[in-house]
């Protein structure tokens, strides 16, 4: 039986960020973290816009100035200095957090083991791991995925990608966002591009849907993409993929047991981006567990979710409309501030704009109906 002061369930990107900034304000306690799968490699690429003041600043593969937008005979190309997109490899951030961790030799990985269960006692939480190990703790701190059934107006953002490289790409230096496709999907489809260099892609096809949607489906529309542009020679390096819940999770604390990352509610509704958002989550968590207080849950703005579901319901009503509704964003909302708006620190202009931007009456009448079924 072993003890520790904090146990991590899950070391993905809530806890990693959490632990790295451990280590840097020397945090006293002793720390545990239970991953069944500690060597997934790289199995993704978090992105989104600066400027980040996160500890992951030399894991940035790459920073793009500006970004477009398409649909049907539309496009929009915008950007700002001052709010760049940046692109972090997984394993380059599982690799500083680990060294980081290795400098704590009182603290313990127990990787390829999993959380079986966990009973409440006296002194905090005994949890019971898959290889019948036992770990006592007064604070866990739970990443695993939440197991959710979504209802209208909220989706899944189901994704595959593709990372090419070997091939002559061209430009790189416009970050393809969402270039929407016409098929008739339930609410929307798009691909999304990240030009890495002009010998490197990462194409990815996405869609956002009632139920997660089909990973083989997926990735033979990726196959046709190649096929047109005329890459399907490139050579594939590695493949990632996910479903992503696209709503508000509410935040979950009790009796030292708290939720972290997507579960914790992290994760914007409207657009699946998380890992800025866990990055300022993490900075309060260690401010306040290295001055012994409980770490606080991430920050919600029920405006924000308020707008999102009012937004997602107009996509579910005019699903065909996604892409339009997306470039009048882009096209009409100064970029740095739609850039601090996605990321969840949106100014009180920023939101203005954006209001500004958005059709009245497709609004009004998701925002008459998202209300409704609310109530
Ligand atoms: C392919 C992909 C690309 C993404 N791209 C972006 C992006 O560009 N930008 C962005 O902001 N967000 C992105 N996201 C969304 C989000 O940032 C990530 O999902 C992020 O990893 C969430 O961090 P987390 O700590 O909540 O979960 P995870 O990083 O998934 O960590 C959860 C951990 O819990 C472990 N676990 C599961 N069950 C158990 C158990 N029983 N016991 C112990 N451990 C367990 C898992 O193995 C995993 O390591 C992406 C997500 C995916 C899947």
Redesign the pocket.
């Known amino acids: 039986m072993t003890r520790a002061d904090i146990v991590f369930?899950?070391?993905?990107?809530?806890?990693?960020?959490l632990a790295i900034r451990l280590v840097r304000d020397q945090y006293p306690g002793r720390v545990l973290f239970?991953?069944?799968?500690p060597d997934?490699g790289d199995?993704?690429?978090?992105?989104?816009w600066g400027p980040g003041n996160h500890p992951f600043q030399s894991c940035i593969t790459r920073k793009w100035p500006q970004w477009g937008v398409s649909a049907g005979d539309q496009s929009v190309v915008a950007g700002h200095p001052d709010t760049p997109y940046e692109?972090l490899r997984?394993s380059d951030v599982a690799a500083l957090a680990g060294a980081a961790i290795a400098e704590r030799p009182d603290w313990v990985v127990l990787g390829n083991?999993?959380?079986?269960s966990a009973e409440r006692i006296d002194t905090g939480w005994r949890l019971l791991l898959?290889n019948g190990d036992e770990v006592q703790t007064t604070r866990v701190l739970d990443?695993?995925?939440p197991a959710l059934s979504l209802q209208r107006p909220w989706v899944w953002q189901s994704?595959v990608?593709v990372e090419l490289a070997d091939h002559d790409f061209g430009q790189a230096d416009t970050v393809r966002l969402m270039d929407f496709v016409e098929e008739a999907p339930p609410i929307a489809a798009f691909f999304y591009e990240l030009p890495i260099a002009r010998d490197r892609r990462l194409v990815e096809f996405t869609q956002f849907t009632p139920e997660p949607a089909d990973e083989h489906a997926m990735r033979a529309r990726i196959d046709t993409l190649l096929a047109e542009r005329g890459w399907q020679g490139a050579r594939v390096i590695r493949t990632?993929?996910?479903?992503?819940p696209m709503a508000p999770i509410p935040p979950y604390s009790k009796e030292g047991w708290m939720r972290?990352?997507?579960?914790?509610g992290?994760?914007r509704p409207a657009?699946?981006?998380?890992?800025?958002?866990?990055q300022r989550w993490a900075d309060a968590a260690s401010r306040a567990l290295c001055t012994g207080k409980p770490p606080p849950t991430p920050q919600r703005s029920g405006l924000l979710d308020w707008l999102d579901g009012v937004f997602l319901e107009s996509l579910w009503q005019n699903p065909r409309t996604a892409g339009s509704q997306f470039i009048r964003l882009f096209r009409n909302v100064p970029p740095d501030a739609l850039g601090r708006f996605l990321m969840s620190q949106p100014r009180a202009l920023d939101i203005m704009y954006v209001l500004r931007a958005l059709p009245v009456r497709p609004m009004l009448r998701a925002a008459w109906q998202h209300g409704w079924r609310r109530t």
């Open positions: 369930v899950g070391l993905g990107a809530a806890a990693m960020s239970i991953e069944p799968h997934r199995d993704r690429t978090w992105c989104g692109m997984a083991r999993a959380l079986a898959d990443a695993r995925p994704f990608g990632e993929s996910g479903h992503l972290i990352g997507t579960a914790g992290s994760m657009t699946g981006y998380a890992f800025h958002a866990i």
